[in-house]
């Protein structure tokens, strides 16, 4: 079995669409390990306890990153963790967690990247005047949001929309994203060459 961990700090829709691919089987021969949240009053923990997911805190108030990390990675670890989803993780990795997770950290972006990393990608989007944004599932490394892409999905951008509207479209399209993509990885069938995540035949 692979074990996921995932990693929240807020409403947790993700990590619930992951739960259930778990559940259903879409991704295969994996299971949950520990939910972790930085934030005591993240919305997401109550919903991953009420799924009976094993679910823990590490704040990160009035420490330094390292520090937070070291924690973070320690309860990950405990947990038997081997592939680390960040939904929502409000919190730029240090190199120490990187290290610990070579290549095992995917995270969710709200936009087709490179395009619009970084906060409020979605009005981002809209003040650009791009027709057409998404949502990308990439390897996290050094950079903010510019690790290498495993998957994306397109979602058109329409004139009268508000940030909350596109905002709503886009998740819909995460929430399926986000799984298949998980499931690509840990049934191993990727290699990367440099850049690339190249499906192998
Ligand atoms: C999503 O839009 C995700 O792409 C971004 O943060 C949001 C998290 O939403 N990284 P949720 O907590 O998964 O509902």
Same mark, same amino acid.
């Given at each position: 079995?692979?074990?996921?961990?995932?990693?929240?700090?807020?409403?947790?829709? !993700?990590?619930?669409?992951l739960a259930e691919a778990v559940g259903d089987g879409r991704i295969?021969?994996?299971?949950?390990?520990?939910?972790?949240?930085?934030?005591?009053n993240a919305a997401g923990?109550?919903?991953?306890?009420?799924?009976?997911?094993? *679910?823990?805190v590490v704040e990160r108030h009035g420490r330094s990153r390292e520090d937070h990390d070291r924690e *973070?990675?320690?309860?990950?670890? !405990?947990h038997r963790v081997d592939f680390v989803c960040l939904a929502g993780y409000m919190r730029v990795l240090s190199a120490y967690f990187l290290e610990s997770f070579r290549d095992s950290i995917l995270n969710i972006h709200p936009s087709l990247l490179p395009a619009f990393p970084g906060l409020n990608a979605q009005l981002q989007a809209i003040e650009h005047g791009v027709k057409w944004t998404g949502c990308t599932v990439h390897f996290v490394d050094e950079t903010l949001d510019g690790g290498p892409i495993i998957a994306q999905? *397109?979602?058109?951008?329409?004139?009268?929309?508000?940030?909350?509207?596109?905002?709503?479209?886009?998740?819909?399209?995460?929430h399926q994203l986000y799984p298949e993509a998980v499931a690509f990885?840990? *049934?191993?069938?990727?290699?990367l060459a440099g850049r690339r995540v190249l499906s192998k035949p």
């Open positions: 079995m692979t074990r996921l961990g995932i990693l929240i700090s807020g409403r947790g829709s !993700n990590m619930l669409a295969p021969e994996t299971e949950i390990a520990i939910v972790i949240s930085d934030k005591q923990l109550e919903r991953a306890r009420q799924l009976g997911l094993a *679910t823990e *973070t990675v320690d309860a990950l670890k !405990n999905r *397109t979602v058109a951008v329409l004139d009268d929309d508000s940030e909350e509207s596109l905002s709503a479209r886009i998740l819909e399209q995460e990885v840990v *049934t191993g069938k990727y290699e």
